[in-house]
């Protein structure tokens, strides 16, 4: 094989994550829906028994699912080029990609799922382009269409959150579209691991759907400009006056991304508490539960409040493996360092996201997330 050969769909949340990455690092590669005879007969046996996008087959034949280890695999042969090295930038890359990742589900469903006036024709479209080709395209894709309905009620956008979700989206998007009109990118002058997790949501669902684009293209324009800019292999930054490609200097991190955080705090910190405990109980109440199990997508609902709002919604561990790569870099640093980080998280509301832990590790096996 010549090229790395990208398993995934337009329309998917987390390919947009690992395409935006192999755009960036100038790799190779071309792009497909995973539903080829070489696919099934070559790729799927490698993937430990769940099928899911995004899936990369390197050029050595390779095979790698989820684009978080998409991503750990290329960084690590490109001299973890997009890994800032200073200590509150370095939090900061992997806590963005666990917000990518997971704190933004809600309005990425909600957006998708409860604007069908608006949706309904563009995602059929799509659905049936994943479909393997047969007379009951149209019908499978419209059964998936439907599963995936129930799914965006599993996390909490249900109708008597629609009004909570929308408002703290709004808020959000005023408060990135104040960050991008300062910086191009989370961090300065070129992508982090923390941009690639946020393009997942913001480019997959909520800047590429008919709803959501709308919104994003006329209340926060420049948002919409990093969305785009996180397609393109150039920098694309030239209506920026600093054109150095480079991290903001000295451990930056501006007011405008303090803000960001405290917006995404209000409801990411006490979800991620609920899950936790959720979690917790579950595998409290697993007694059996062998290392090197898999690890399922969600264990049960935890239970918030949010502006008088009470939100139920799925418990999910792959937050807390990607949690915990946060909690270890900050182990990781020295006192100082994490004096620093301390003080930045304590500004933003995200203090607590160091501490909230499930009892179990998750680690990775043959291509899954399993129970260490």
Same mark, same amino acid.
């Given at each position: 094989?010549?090229?790395?050969?990208?398993?995934?769909?337009?329309?998917?949340?987390?390919?947009?994550?690992?395409?935006?990455?192999?755009?960036?690092?100038?790799?190779?590669?071309?792009?497909? /829906?995973?539903?080829? !005879?070489?696919?099934?007969?070559? *790729?799927?046996?490698?993937?430990?028994?769940?099928?899911?996008?995004?899936?990369?087959?390197?050029?050595?034949?390779?095979?790698?699912?989820?684009?978080?280890? #998409?991503?750990?695999?290329?960084?690590?042969?490109?001299?973890?080029? %997009?890994?800032?090295?200073?200590?509150?930038?370095?939090?900061?890359?992997?806590? %963005?990609?666990?917000?990518?990742?997971?704190?933004?589900?809600?309005?990425?469903?909600?957006?998708?799922?409860?604007?069908?006036?608006?949706?309904?024709?563009?995602?059929?479209?799509?659905? &049936?382009?994943?479909?393997?080709?047969?007379?009951?395209?149209?019908?499978?894709?419209?059964?998936?269409?439907?599963?995936?309905?129930?799914?965006?009620?599993?996390?909490?956008?249900?109708?008597?959150?629609? !009004?909570?979700? !929308?408002?703290?989206? &709004?808020?959000?998007?005023?408060?990135?579209?104040?960050?991008?009109?300062?910086?191009?990118?989370?961090?300065?002058?070129?992508?982090? #691991?923390?941009? %690639?997790?946020?393009?997942?949501?913001?480019?997959?669902?909520?800047?590429?759907?008919?709803?959501?684009?709308?919104?994003?293209?006329?209340?926060?324009?420049?948002?919409?400009?990093? /969305?785009?800019?996180?397609?393109?292999?150039?920098? +694309?930054?030239?209506?920026?006056? +600093?054109?150095?490609?480079?991290?903001?200097?000295?451990?930056?991190?501006?007011?405008?991304? #303090?803000?960001?955080?405290?917006?995404?705090?209000? =409801? %990411? *910190?006490?979800?991620?508490?609920?899950?936790?405990?959720?979690?917790?109980?579950?595998?409290?109440?697993?007694?059996?539960?062998?290392?090197?199990?898999?690890?399922?997508?969600?264990?049960?609902?935890?239970?918030?409040?949010?502006?008088?709002?009470? *939100?139920? @919604?799925?418990?999910?561990?792959?937050?807390?493996?990607?949690?915990?790569?946060?909690?270890?870099?900050?182990?990781?640093?020295? @006192?100082?360092?994490?004096?620093? /980080?301390? =003080?930045?998280? &304590?500004?933003?509301?995200?203090?607590? #996201?160091?501490?909230?832990?499930?009892?179990?590790?998750?680690?990775?096996?043959?291509?899954?997330?399993?129970?260490?």
């Amino acid at each position: 094989m010549s090229e790395i050969t990208l398993y995934g769909s337009a329309l998917s949340l987390y390919t947009g994550k690992a395409r935006s990455y192999l755009i960036k690092s100038g790799l190779h590669y071309r792009e497909t /829906v995973p539903t080829t !005879e070489h696919f099934q007969r070559q *790729v799927l046996p490698k993937m430990g028994g769940r099928q899911s996008i995004p899936t990369v087959e390197t050029t050595t034949g390779d095979v790698i699912r989820d684009g978080t280890a #998409i991503i750990d695999h290329y960084e690590a042969e490109n001299a973890n080029r %997009f890994s800032p090295e200073s200590p509150k930038q370095r939090i900061l890359s992997k806590l %963005f990609d666990v917000i990518g990742a997971e704190g933004l589900l809600r309005p990425a469903m909600h957006y998708r799922w409860n604007f069908p006036k608006d949706n309904h024709d563009f995602l059929s479209f799509h659905f &049936a382009a994943l479909m393997p080709r047969s007379p009951e395209r149209q019908q499978q894709a419209e059964k998936n269409m439907d599963r995936m309905r129930t799914a965006c009620q599993m996390f909490g956008a249900v109708p008597d959150t629609f !009004e909570l979700v !929308e408002s703290l989206y &709004a808020e959000l998007l005023e408060k990135l579209n104040l960050h991008f009109a300062e910086q191009p990118y989370l961090l300065g002058g070129k992508p982090c #691991i923390g941009d %690639f997790g946020m393009i997942a949501p913001l480019y997959g669902h909520l800047g590429r759907d008919p709803a959501p684009l709308a919104l994003m293209q006329t209340q926060a324009v420049r948002l919409f400009r990093w /969305v785009e800019r996180m397609n393109r292999p150039e920098l +694309d930054i030239g209506e920026f006056e +600093d054109q150095s490609g480079m991290y903001l200097q000295d451990d930056c991190v501006p007011e405008s991304l #303090i803000n960001v955080l405290k917006q995404i705090a209000i =409801d %990411f *910190v006490p979800e991620t508490k609920a899950a936790s405990a959720c979690i917790n109980q579950w595998l409290d109440d697993q007694t059996d539960l062998a290392p090197a199990t898999p690890v399922e997508r969600g264990v049960g609902l935890g239970s918030f409040e949010i502006r008088g709002v009470t *939100v139920n @919604a799925l418990a999910q561990p792959y937050r807390f493996y990607l949690l915990k790569r946060v909690q270890d870099e900050y182990t990781s640093l020295d @006192a100082t360092g994490r004096r620093q /980080v301390d =003080d930045m998280l &304590a500004a933003c509301d995200m203090e607590e #996201i160091l501490d909230i832990k499930i009892s179990r590790d998750i680690g990775r096996e043959n291509n899954r997330e399993v129970w260490l």
